[in-house]
């Protein structure tokens, strides 16, 4: 019928303009690349603020065994006791980790996983902090007696915070913006370790922020510490980002001495990358439009788990008032921005059951959308595939766009350089059909060749545990 060409129609529009062919996406790597240069070269040089870190020297196995040996030697029952916090999107985490034995390894890891209430994510800095601090303070309270730390000595922790922050230290830092649908507005401009030491105090925990990192920069650690020839990680999660590891002397704003290792770690925030290259629609700029940060974060508004099932939600609203999808009137839930999350877009993407019954399961329980024909089915999942593919493909195009600042996208006489990208986050870890596409996209723009000495692993956990590993090499003990 006519209504139906005119959803297939809307699709293939859609489709069309969601295009990104090597030569569209070689085009987006190039301008990273020139960004990185620009954020790099001036603060407010461009809209990649290219953080320093402060990190300068990435905690190997070597360098934290003798942190160990010398803080046991200080202080006989030391047992390389570090904690982790990592505030993320929706979830946050507090990790205890044990450093020790031979080359500093990690010897025991625990962690809880606690979920903000989303009431938090827009009350007063105080509740947010307090909230944290005391879920904290309760994780400590489970240590074992043998674990206890010894009278007079404080217990450390790295804090991974996952928004941007502008450091002149490595333990202390000011919030430049909220994202991922946090609107705190009095942290902004505060020094967040600030907020969580008076936070641990008015809980009465006895604590020092030895490190404040982002999540790229502890997956970085974390990555670094498993495998030397790690360069950069990259977060595709509730959000997205990325950090490499940048020579110092080719960071023109940066004033300081140059540290002894010649290097630096850059948090890109490449979340808010733009390019005139990118290939977004109406529905990208009505969903930027409605957010809580219009004009901002646009790279990570077309690649992140917090908004690509709301893209595919958009797409579908638009064949359901012009093409009745679903019969006349337009299902009240379908209007709902953010109903539809990412996981769920996953689940019906990878659907293989021959009626589709996963899509059928979550159309009745999202949107209360029953009785669909297989061929509409067919066409949702049509569509989760255009939002995935162009999703993973850009990401690609970002990491391509880091290996070419690198100077690591040519094989030079048959060298063999070996890069690693470190990955992590829910989005990676979990949808398969993008993690797939992300990687066959970067074969695709890197070539063979150069491909054959490039990795991508999965650290698991990096962040929570690179953090820690920074906040033992920052220990004030050593
Ligand atoms: P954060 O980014 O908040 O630190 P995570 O790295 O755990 O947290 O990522 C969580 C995000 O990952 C979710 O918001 C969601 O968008 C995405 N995600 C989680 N599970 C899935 C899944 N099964 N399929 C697709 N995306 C997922
Ligand atoms: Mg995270």
Redesign the pocket.
């Known amino acids: 019928s006519g209504k139906w060409s005119r959803a297939v129609a809307i699709l293939k529009e859609f489709e069309e303009k969601c295009r990104t062919p090597s030569s569209k996406l070689k085009q987006v790597a190039d301008a990273l690349a020139v960004e990185m240069h620009a954020g790099l070269a001036s603060d407010g040089g461009s809209k990649l603020k290219m953080l320093i870190s402060y990190v300068d020297n990435l905690p190997t196995g070597s360098c934290l065994e003798r942190m160990v040996k010398v803080s046991r030697e200080k202080n006989c029952d030391e047992k390389g006791m570090f904690y982790a916090l ?7 985490r507090v990790l205890r980790v044990h450093l020790g034995g031979k080359e500093g390894r990690v010897v025991k890891q625990e962690f809880e996983e606690v979920s903000i209430p989303p009431y938090l994510m827009t009350g007063s800095s105080d509740e947010l902090f307090d909230y944290i601090a005391s879920a904290l303070a309760k994780f400590v309270a489970t240590e074992s007696d043998s674990l206890h730390v010894s009278p007079g000595r404080q217990r450390e922790l790295g804090f991974t915070f ?1 928004f941007p922050v502008k450091q002149t230290l490595i333990s202390s830092g000011t919030l430049v913006k909220w994202t ?1 649908g946090f609107t705190v507005e009095d942290t902004v401009g505060e020094d967040v370790v600030a907020e969580l030491t008076k936070a641990m105090e008015r809980v009465g925990l006895d604590m020092r922020v030895a490190a404040l990192v982002n ?1 790229t920069v502890g997956t970085l650690a974390g990555g670094r510490y498993n495998d030397p020839d790690v360069v950069a990680a990259v ?5 997205t980002n990325a950090a490499y590891v940048e020579r110092a002397h080719a960071i023109p704003k940066w004033h300081g001495l140059l540290p002894k290792s010649e290097e630096m770690v850059i948090n890109m925030e490449w979340g808010n990358f733009h390019s005139s290259h990118f290939p977004l629609t109406e529905y990208d700029q009505e969903l930027d439009a409605g957010s809580l940060n219009p004009g901002e974060q646009i790279f990570e508004k077309m690649i ?3 908004y ?2 709301e893209v595919v939600r958009r797409v579908l609203c638009k064949m359901a008032e012009e093409a009745a999808i679903f019969g006349d009137t337009v299902p009240p839930k379908l209007k709902t921005p953010f109903i539809l ?7 019906m993407h990878h659907d293989t059951s021959l009626d589709l019954k996963v899509v059928a399961t979550n159309l009745r329980d999202i949107f209360e959308i029953s009785n669909t024909s297989l061929k509409l089915r067919k066409l949702i999942v049509e569509l989760c595939d255009v939002v995935a593919t162009r999703g993973a493909r850009l990401s690609a195009a970002g990491i391509a766009g880091i290996i070419k600042k690198l100077g690591r996208d040519t094989v030079k006489d048959g060298e063999k350089q070996r890069s690693v990208v470190a990955l ?8 398969t059909k ?1 993690r797939t596409c992300m990687e066959n996209t970067l074969r695709e723009l890197l070539g063979e060749e150069v491909f054959r000495n490039i990795a991508v692993e999965h650290s698991n956990d990096g ?1 929570g545990i690179g953090a820690a590993l920074l906040a033992a090499s920052h220990s004030q003990y050593i």
């Open positions: 990592d505030l993320g999107g929706t979830n946050f996952s991922k999540d977060i595709l999660g509730t959000g992140s788990g917090m690509l099932g999350r990412t996981p769920n877009m996953s689940a992590d986050g829910g989005l990676y870890e979990h949808y993008f962040s």
